[in-house]
């Protein structure tokens, strides 16, 4: 039978608020354990919650980045359950009235075809302190600093069909918060996390299969492998003849697979209702247009830009206009480089390799916008060739300096002296009589291809110093003076 | 010198008369002395009270004395004290010290206070009793067989006993009317938004309203203007300007529409209260009021409502008494779930449990609809009720109580018939208008009860005209037997 995956997608982006959504505490990420969480934090008998109002602002924001509605009235409620990271006994969110209601977002498959990914809601909440189990054998420590974080919950409507749709929308909304500058989309530091509703359903089938929830995935590759294990999981469910149970899943990224949390029959009754702390938050248009004037550029704006200004293709500009962070480290290399192909080429190539093999954001980069750029610059006057600057790369990535100190220090200057060149030519052209016949014998259309032989043996002998465009000439115009 | 009243003692003081220090000390004599027979406090904090009233002293002697310094008062213990237990009487909170003040204890502090103690109450303010108390009952001084009424029975207790000239209070329900009617004192719910409740133990956030407890009118006012104000840190205190409550007391009242609601005269009402409360009215048509008959429809909806309501917001509330963080925490728990079970089983007493469970209940899936949604719309409807009585007069008048006090143990196996005691008091919190009791006359020897409801934030009308029944007669002089 085939089958088909229905994917919804809760996401949780931690807003950049200086302090707590209901309380003046600081959000700054690795204080020491509960230096960071004040009387209201702890819950401490008394103490009322205040809104703050950049929590707001932030939502309103991504609001109008999605082009939903936003709530003229929206109210906080209480999500009642126990648990000992959670003081007051309930989580305070937003249930029956979110400040963000339905909107969308435009997503681009790297085969350059687009799709529409509805978004339900968008809710403001409070994070949860953080239990550690490993660090106090047989107890548990609490650290509520985290508690009271802000939390921007943007919910999708199941309308993602496969694992690589879902990376798509994430890396959509991702691109979107961070350009905002609302959410810092630290991923590892889970700033920026996902819960992935997942089931499976006959194709052509109307309704939806039993669903799970796979919680707090952080990585992009981790959302993938998790919710293509999941699908395949109950795909081999249902073949068996067994059934999908709603429940709960965790996934374990070092053994690449799901597995049961709790399920629906332990699942909590979070007795919600209006928190009477609070008053409902009552926008106007005013408001609203207030920020929209002063929204940044976007993501879609990005990318239309980069087509425009810097000729790229639609797929090199979807990339590096995704990521603010990324966007800006590659505008400055184009700008610095004056080549914003070769820029390109260079941050989507050896840099974002060289960022995943070492699992490192663009942001702590070794390697800056400003070094990259004055490295291209050498590339375009001919003082390394490509291949070089990958080897000047390299060393910059692991020991610094800039293209300069590093061609000098390893003596990295290409060799574009004709002269010298011409030497090594000869040497090579006496040493290599059997390609140098076959040479000879060959067609004259199908010279060209036959001088890779002695590029490789010049490159060689030269140790890649050696300019190719120079080399080429001059080889070219000896074999065939050879040929006369 | 203890039998006066706020006002005579800020003008022995200013006048010299006597130091903060002597007064304080006065008080804190008595307390040490009748105490035990009134169970009112449950802590007495002598030398922080002490090194306040010579401050004050001092201040007062450097000229910095403002209207309240030197003055002694006690705080109903569900009002945080830094450095001070604030237990709320329950054993759950028996070790809980604060490290911050509610606002009203940080205003009575600016204002140069004295806090002589720490007032006994119902367990986190759910009873009308007193018996809830982990510290055991607070007792009427009218009668100590009899209860003070609740929850803020201590501070009745205590102002009636002559042990405070005056105490703060809180009123879910009536928790500052009804133990004022029952002890024969002054209490002033104010309207919602008036008080911060930040730093005061939220029993139902959207009800909970603090206020004076004092021997009269005038008091009250003083006790007002100190605790009345906008709160940065609540966000449901209101941004409405506090004017100087004492300032128009003496207000004439000829021309004043007195509105009498049919169903607080209920066939069943004692007829002694029924007859108390009519002279009182009686009173304020000799001073040139008029009468006039109102109508409150939906008052037989308030207690089913309000014990939808306050439970519900109380098992919310009430959630974060864990044995997690502070509190009490059961011996050698096994793991999470006993851990919670038994310090929630053995920190709370039985009538806290009753409303967790019955908010519990009202909130859980499936039942919301039917209880918590159709509460608040009785809610909205009884609102509607009272704003149109409003409409028709300046105030409404009615009983307080339906009884005088009862004896203790009298209504604890019968909760239905203790909520039944609230049954003119309740609806004003659902409706969040201010409301007082004044003593209006005497039953068996027991004080009765006199409740003025006014519009919101008319606290000064309230005021008004209940001091122009205190000056017309002395039922707030009374006092009982052997004091």
């Known amino acids: 039978m085939e089958w088909e995956a229905v994917i919804g997608l809760e996401i949780h982006a931690q807003l950049?608020?200086?302090?707590?959504?209901?309380?003046?505490?600081?959000?700054?990420?690795?204080?020491?354990?509960?230096?960071?969480?004040?009387?209201v934090d702890l819950a401490l008998p008394g103490t009322l919650p205040v809104f703050n109002e950049e929590a707001l602002r932030s939502a309103v924001k991504f609001g109008l980045a999605i082009d939903a509605e936003i709530g003229r009235k929206s109210v906080f409620d209480r999500k009642n359950y126990f648990y000992p990271d959670l003081p007051k006994g309930y989580q305070t969110s937003q249930l029956f009235y979110p400040i963000v209601g339905v909107g969308h977002v435009d997503i681009t498959m790297d085969d350059g075809t687009t799709?529409?990914?509805?978004?339900?809601?968008?809710?403001?909440?409070?994070?949860?302190?953080?239990?550690?189990?490993?660090?106090?054998?047989?107890?548990?420590?609490?650290?509520?600093?985290?508690?009271?974080?802000?939390?921007?919950?943007?919910?999708?409507?199941?309308?993602?069909?496969?694992?690589?749709?879902?990376?798509?929308?994430?890396?959509?909304i991702h691109a979107i918060v961070t350009s905002l500058g609302i959410c810092d989309g630290n991923m590892a530091e889970g700033s920026f996390r996902c819960d992935c509703n997942v089931s499976i359903r006959p194709k052509g089938q109307e309704e939806f299969g039993t669903r799970t929830e796979t919680k707090n995935i952080n990585s992009f590759r981790f959302i993938e492998r998790a919710i293509e294990g999941e699908i395949e999981r109950q795909i081999d469910l249902l073949e068996d003849g067994g059934r999908v149970v709603q429940e709960t899943r965790l996934y374990d990224a070092n053994k690449n697979e799901t597995r049961s949390m709790r399920s629906k029959e332990e699942a909590n009754d979070y007795r919600y209702f209006p928190c009477p702390d609070l008053l409902p938050i009552i926008i106007d248009d005013d408001y609203i247009d207030v920020i929209r004037n002063d929204l940044p550029e976007l993501p879609d704006a990005r990318k239309a830009r980069f087509m425009d200004d810097y000729g790229l293709s639609d797929y090199d500009a979807m990339v590096l206009s995704g990521e603010r962070n990324l966007a800006q480290y590659f505008e400055t290399v184009a700008k610095a480089s004056d080549d914003a192909k070769l820029a390109a080429n260079w941050v989507m190539g050896e840099l974002s390799k060289m960022l995943n093999q070492n699992d490192t954001e663009i942001v702590n980069s070794p390697v800056s916008a400003d070094q990259l750029g004055g490295m291209l610059v050498r590339i375009k006057d001919d003082t390394i060739s490509g291949k070089i600057a990958k080897q000047v790369f390299e060393v910059m990535w692991h020991e610094g300096g800039t293209a300069d100190q590093i061609i000098e220090a390893k003596g990295l200057k290409q060799v574009t002296d004709t002269g010298a060149i011409e030497g090594i030519v000869d040497e090579v052209i006496a040493k290599a009589d059997k390609q140098v016949e076959q040479y000879k014998a060959a067609e004259p259309e199908k010279r060209g291809k036959m001088l890779g032989f002695f590029m490789g043996q010049v490159m060689k002998a030269t140790g890649g110093k050696a300019n190719p465009g120079a080399v080429n000439g001059i080889l070219k115009k000896k074999l065939d003076a050879l040929c006369d | 010198m203890f039998d006066k009243t706020l006002a005579e003692l800020a003008s022995g003081l200013e006048n010299g008369d006597f130091s903060s220090v002597e007064l304080t000390q006065t008080y804190l004599d008595r307390i040490k002395a009748e105490d035990s027979k009134y169970n009112s406090y449950i802590t007495v904090t002598e030398e922080h009270a002490l090194a306040q009233a010579k401050a004050a002293d001092e201040a007062r002697a450097a000229g910095n004395a403002s209207a309240f310094t030197g003055l002694p008062i006690a705080q109903k213990d569900i009002f945080c004290t830094d450095g001070v237990k604030t237990s709320c009487a329950s054993k759950m909170l028996d070790n809980f010290v604060a490290p911050y003040n509610a606002t009203v204890v940080d205003k009575f502090n600016a204002a140069g206070a004295?806090?002589?103690?720490?007032?006994?109450?119902?367990?986190?303010?759910?009873?009308?009793?007193?018996?809830?108390?982990?510290?055991?009952?607070?007792?009427?001084?009218?009668?100590?067989?009899?209860?003070?009424?609740?929850?803020?029975?201590?501070?009745?207790?205590?102002?009636?006993?002559?042990?405070?000239?005056?105490?703060?209070?809180?009123?879910t329900g009536g928790s500052i009317r009804q133990p004022a009617a029952l002890c024969g004192i002054t209490g002033l719910k104010p309207t919602y938004g008036r008080v911060s409740r930040f730093g005061m133990i939220a029993f139902a956030s959207s009800l909970d309203q603090g206020g004076p407890m004092t021997r009269t009118a005038e008091d009250a006012a003083m006790m007002l203007n100190v605790m009345a104000g906008f709160d940065h840190r609540d966000s449901t205190s209101m941004q409405v300007e506090v004017p100087d409550y004492t300032a128009d007391l003496n207000q004439p009242l000829k021309g004043l529409t007195i509105g009498l609601p049919k169903e607080y005269f209920p066939q069943d009402l004692s007829p002694a209260i029924a007859m108390q409360v009519q002279n009182a009215v009686k009173e304020f048509e000799a001073m040139g009021a008029t009468v006039k008959e109102v109508s409150l429809p939906n008052t037989a909806l308030a207690i089913p409502a309000y014990y939808i309501v306050a439970p519900a917001e109380a098992s919310s509330n009430l959630s974060r008494f864990d044995g997690v963080r502070y509190g009490y925490r059961c011996e050698s728990p096994v793991d999470l779930e006993d851990l919670y079970k038994r310090s929630r089983g053995e920190g709370f007493g039985p009538e806290v449990q009753r409303r967790i469970m019955v908010g519990t209940y009202a909130l859980s899936e499936g039942f919301y609809d039917a209880y918590y949604k159709k509460a608040q719309q009785i809610r909205r409807l009884i609102k509607q009720d009272f704003v149109n009585a409003l409409n028709e007069c300046d105030v409404i008048m009615g009983p307080t109580t339906p009884h005088p006090a009862f004896k203790l143990g009298e209504k604890t196996s019968d909760p239905v018939a203790m909520y039944m005691e609230d049954i003119f008091t309740i609806a004003l919190n659902l409706a969040g208008l201010p409301g007082m009791s004044i003593p209006c006359g005497q039953t068996e020897g027991l004080p009765v009860g006199l409740q003025i409801i006014g519009d919101y934030f008319a606290e000064q009308k309230l005021l008004n005209v209940a001091h122009q029944f205190q000056l017309a007669t002395d039922w707030h002089k009374q006092t009982p037997d052997g004091i």
């Open chain 1, 115 to 172: 799709k529409r990914v509805g978004v339900t809601r968008a809710h403001l909440e409070e994070d949860a302190g953080k239990s550690l189990h490993d660090e106090f054998p047989g107890m548990t420590g609490i650290d509520l600093n985290r508690a009271g974080t802000p939390l921007l919950e943007i919910v999708s409507e199941p309308d993602i069909r496969s694992a690589k749709e879902a990376v798509a929308y994430v890396r959509k």
């Open chain 1, 16 to 39: 950049s608020t200086n302090s707590k959504i209901f309380s003046g505490a600081s959000t700054a990420f690795g204080a020491e354990p509960n230096t960071q969480a004040c009387a």
């Open chain 2, 114 to 171: 004295v806090m002589l103690g720490k007032t006994n109450m119902d367990e986190f303010a759910m009873g009308s009793s007193n018996e809830s108390s982990f510290y055991g009952p607070s007792r009427n001084p009218w009668d100590t067989d009899r209860v003070p009424g609740g929850s803020s029975g201590g501070s009745a207790a205590a102002v009636a006993a002559r042990l405070a000239p005056a105490a703060t209070g809180t009123d």
